[in-house]
Every structure is written in structure tokens, then in C-alpha cells.
């Protein structure tokens, strides 16, 4: 259609035509959101497209318009009545060229303002809600208001939205604080010692009392005794040809109880070399050819590979012992294994006492009382069974309280017993009534070998690779950190309280599938509080 005759009968009125020309300002200030510009947009464009889809008849409707003395845009740029027609669709040619340069130009700007302010809100919206966002908050607004492209119907559209936001983030921001504060205050962990030398997951770490040392099992067919304060692996035992899967100290002498899974205990001599060791002498050549690699490399570690005495045999285990743990004294030792069953030994003779039959299926844990006479044994049956020896004829109690296998169960020095479930609960048991737990800890991920502290506290390692602290009545002390450069990168399988802080500036130590041993830092609060 002709560019004159599609202008000509525009009947949108002077009105519509000032509406365009001044919502100029208006089309800039709502190019904020996706609304807004729509909105803006549509009416600017339904102003133009009047003027000229409406104006079909030609010249001669022309007068018929203006006798009703309606004034449009055609008018404007047709100029007086008096100028002939090839001057009139001249200069309207060259007046609508001109305002539709004007509206490019408009859209432009809304183009250009769109996408910087959509930068601005991807910049917000990928902001952290942490404690820091209420104080990005406030200089962001500040710059929506200093854009001199902004005006103030922008203003007033942000006005009750942008308030109550901003309150919010700042009401998340002071409650942030305030929590994390009080986290600050309860308790501070740091990871200080990493043990490396394992060459498989780790599945038990312990530690022995009086001495600033800890012992590691592990599926790489060892074991292994490290000095806290150097992290240096101070005695290597490789007698076992299974995975290892447990390891205990006793309590007074120089020994070590390790089950396997070559379906066998050993009890082997941890006297361990606290020397430095040094190196051999060598050669002028050889000391010269020795001097680009690294000392510790060239460490020696005192490697042992015969048993004290072995735990096998007629009327021992025929599958996997998945732990071990010696009754007090020393003299006798509790294993448990796959085959459903466990066994109490004699440590003199070697021979099992007698057998602990009952679990529906595998034994996943066993572990005995510091003074009396008592084991409990977990199972993958979802129970855990108590079993009390300070009688000639032995008593067992069936506990129920889980829904699923029973990862480990742990005697505290208040007579209380804590068991952990892969149903991601810890329940904690008073020795003396058993029929019902006193508290139930609820966590978000499977619970493997705890720990409980003289004091009270309980560390739960889990699969998720973290690691919760509880006191015995459910309330939650702290998590121990866990980043790209600290904490553990597969599942936590044990951890283990040490209680002599005097010789060594850890108190917890946590190992997992990563290969990885740790040693943290745990300042606890006062018990009081």
C-alpha cells in the first residue's frame, strides 16, 4: 500500500498523537521487566498502527476528517491546505520518515536499557542467600535510582514490592547472623593432621590411652600405628591376607587386635620405633645421585608380619570378621563376623570359649564394656543384642529398636549404650531399662562406627561424608567442616575420640573410603552449658 494513502485517513486524534510522543519517557522507565515493556510496547505500537491501517479512502476523505475538526497526525505532517498535492505527500513523506527514526531510535534505547537491567537482576538473583545479601541489597537499589534513564514511574511500581523484599532479606540476613553466632560461640573444630600411606579405604581408626599414638585398618590388606604429633606411620602390620577390617588396642600392654577378612583375629606387638630414622651410608655417587628426591620418601617404616597368636581354627569363624574388641583385663576377646555368629576367646590358649549364636544375618559390629563384663553385638537384622558375662551361666537381651541394620553399638562410661542404624538414627540407652531408648538423634544420611567422648559427646560419621557431633541428650554441638581442601571426599566409616590432650593438639580422628585419615581439633564447650 502507498506510503500516502496509509497515513492519510489515520483517525487516532492529536491526543493519541501527544500520547506517543510524550509516553516516550514513560516506554524508557517501564523497559524494567518483562511487563512493563510489554505493555509499554503494545500501546506504542497500536498508536502507530492506527494512523496507518486506518487510512484507506485517499485524499478526498481528507476535508470529510476535518470538517469534524479532529486534528491527527496526518494533519501535522500534511501541513495547510493551501500547498499542493505532490508538496503534501512530499514533506509527509519526509515527516513520517523522521518520526519513525524517532521510534527506532526509542526502541533502541528500551533494547539497550532491557539489557543492562537484566544483567543488574541476574546479578541479584545469583547472589547467595548468605549473611552478606542484605548489604548488597541496599547499594543495588541506590543504583536503580541514580540511572538517569529510570524515571519515577519505575519508582512507584518498585515501591511496595522492593520495600517488602529488601525487609525480608533483611530480616533473613539479621536471623543469619544471629544463628551463626551462636554456632561461633558453642563450638570451633579445625582439621589439623592428615596421615597419609594407605593405598585402600580406611574402615577403623583408633586411639590407646596414655600414649599419643592411633591405629588404622584398612582393605588394603594392613595396618597400621601412627604418631599423632610427626603424622608418620611409626609400624606397619601386614600378617593378615584379607582386608582389615577392625583394630583395637588393649588396654595396659603394647598390643593390638585386628580382625580380617581372611575370617581370623591376630594379636600382634605394637612396640613402635619413635626415632627418626636415619639413612644408610652411601657412596659419594650415590648421595649425589640421592639429592633431587625428598627425605621422607627415603623414611623407613618398620614393617611386621608374624602374629603374636592367631584366633582360627576348629570351632572359629568361617567368613568375614568385621570386628574385635577386647574385654576388660585382657584377657579375654569378643570377635563378630559374617557368619551370624560371635565368639568369646581365651587370649592364653586360643580357643573359643563360646559361641554367640542368635542374629537372623550378618554381624556388623561388636564392641565390649571399659569395666564390666558385657558385649554388645550389632547385626544387620535391624536388632542389637546385649550380652552380660559377670555370671557362670551368660544372659542376652534382644533389643528392637531399628528399622534397619544396625551399624554400631558403643558402651559411654555412665552406663549408657549408643547405637547407630542405617536408618539415619542414633539412639542412646540407659544400661539399666532397656526398653525403650531415652533419645533419638534423626540425621539425613546412613550412621557408620561412632564414637563417644568421656564428656559425653557423640561423633557420627556418616556416608554423606560429614560428621555431626551430639551430646547424649539429642542436641545437636557442631559438624565438622568439610570443603574442597578440608574434611573427607567419600564416606566416613569411623571415627574416635582420644582423651589425652596434653601430648597432642588433637582430640577426634575420622577415616573413610578416600583413603584418608584426619585428625581435628574440637574445642568443646563447657559440660554446664
Not at 500520547?19 to 510489554?38: E, T, Y
Not at 476528517?65 to 505532517?77: G, N, T, Y
Not at 534513564?149 to 522492593?162: C, D, R
Not at 640421592?290 to 568361617?318: A, N, Q
Request: charged letters at 20%; proline letters at 4%; hydrophobic letters at 35%.
Amino acid at each position: 500500500m502507498p506510503l500516502d494513502s496509509s497515513v492519510v485517513g489515520g483517525g487516532g486524534g492529536s491526543d493519541r498523537g501527544k500520547q506517543i510522543s510524550s509516553s516516550s519517557g514513560a516506554c524508557v522507565c517501564g523497559g524494567v521487566g518483562p511487563g512493563p515493556v510489554g505493555s509499554a510496547t503494545s500501546v506504542t505500537g497500536a498508536s502507530v498502527g492506527v494512523g496507518v491501517v486506518g487510512a484507506g479512502s485517499g485524499g478526498k476523505q481528507l476535508s470529510a476528517k476535518k470538517s469534524l475538526k479532529l486534528s491527527s497526525l496526518a494533519d501535522d505532517m500534511i501541513g495547510p491546505p493551501s500547498a499542493t498535492g505532490s508538496h503534501q505527500e512530499e514533506s509527509f513523506r519526509v515527516r513520517l520518515h523522521h518520526l519513525f527514526a524517532q521510534i527506532e531510535r526509542e526502541f533502541d534505547l528500551l533494547h539497550a536499557e532491557n539489557l543492562s537491567l537484566q544483567e543488574k537482576l541476574d546479578t541479584v538473583a545469583g547472589t547467595p542467600r548468605d549473611s552478606t545479601i542484605g548489604d548488597r541489597l541496599l547499594p543495588l537499589q541506590d543504583s536503580y535510582e541514580a540511572d538517569g534513564s529510570v524515571t519515577k514511574s519505575f519508582k512507584s511500581k518498585l515501591g511496595s514490592a522492593g520495600s517488602k523484599v529488601k525487609a525480608s532479606h533483611k530480616i533473613r540476613a539479621q536471623t543469619s547472623r544471629i544463628v551463626s553466632s551462636f554456632k561461633a560461640q558453642s563450638v570451633v573444630s579445625s582439621l589439623v593432621r592428615e596421615f597419609c600411606g594407605h593405598k585402600d579405604g580406611v574402615w577403623q581408626v583408633s586411639t590407646k590411652a596414655g600414649q599419643p599414638i592411633i591405629g588404622t585398618a584398612s582393605a588394603d590388606h594392613s595396618a597400621c600405628i601412627w604418631g599423632i604429633d610427626t603424622g608418620r606411620c611409626l609400624l606397619q602390620y601386614q600378617g593378615h591376607s584379607g582386608s582389615v577390617n577392625s583394630i583395637k588396642f588393649h588396654q595396659t600392654r603394647d598390643l593390638v587386635l585386628t580382625g580380617s577378612g581372611d575370617a581370623t583375629a591376630h594379636i600382634w606387638q605394637a612396640a613402635v620405633n619413635w626415632e627418626i630414622p636415619s639413612r644408610k651410608g652411601h657412596s659419594s655417587e650415590e648421595e649425589l645421585d640421592d639429592e633431587e628426591e625428598p627425605y621422607e620418601e627415603k623414611e623407613r617404616i618398620d614393617v611386621l608380619r608374624t602374629p603374636i597368636c592367631e584366633f582360627s581354627g576348629p570351632g572359629g569363624h568361617t567368613s568375614v570378621v568385621v570386628a574385635a574388641d577386647w574385654l576388660p583385663g585382657g584377657d579375654q576377646l569378643i570377635t563378630a563376623s559374617w557368619d551370624r555368629t560371635a565368639i568369646l576367646w581365651d587370649v592364653e590358649t586360643r580357643e573359643p570359649l563360646q559361641p554367640l549364636c542368635g542374629h537372623d544375618h550378618e554381624l556388623t559390629h561388636a564392641s565390649a564394656h571399659q569395666s564390666q563384663r558385657l558385649v554388645v553385638t550389632a547385626s544387620r537384622d535391624s536388632t542389637f543384642r546385649l550380652w552380660d558375662f559377670r555370671d557362670p551361666i551368660p544372659a542376652v537381651s534382644v533389643f528392637q529398636g531399628h528399622t534397619e541394620s544396625v551399624t554400631s553399638t558403643v558402651f559411654t562410661r555412665d552406663d549408657k549404650v549408643v547405637s547407630g542404624s542405617d536408618d539415619r538414627s542414633v539412639k542412646v540407652w540407659e544400661l539399666r531399662n532397656m526398653r525403650s531408648a531415652l533419645t533419638t538423634i534423626r540425621t539425613d544420611s546412613a550412621v557408620n562406627r561412632l564414637a563417644v567422648s568421656a564428656g559425653g559427646v557423640i561423633a557420627i560419621p556418616h556416608d554423606n561424608r560429614h560428621i555431626r557431633l551430639f551430646d547424649l541428650n539429642g542436641q545437636r554441638i557442631a559438624r565438622l567442616p568439610r570443603t574442597s581442601r578440608q574434611g573427607h571426599r567419600r564416606m566416613v566409616s569411623s571415627v574416635a575420640w582420644t582423651e589425652d590432650t596434653s601430648s597432642s593438639v588433637c582430640n577426634l580422628f575420622s577415616c573413610g573410603f578416600d583413603r584418608r585419615v584426619l585428625g581435628w581439633a574440637v574445642c568443646l564447650p563447657p559440660k554446664d552449658n
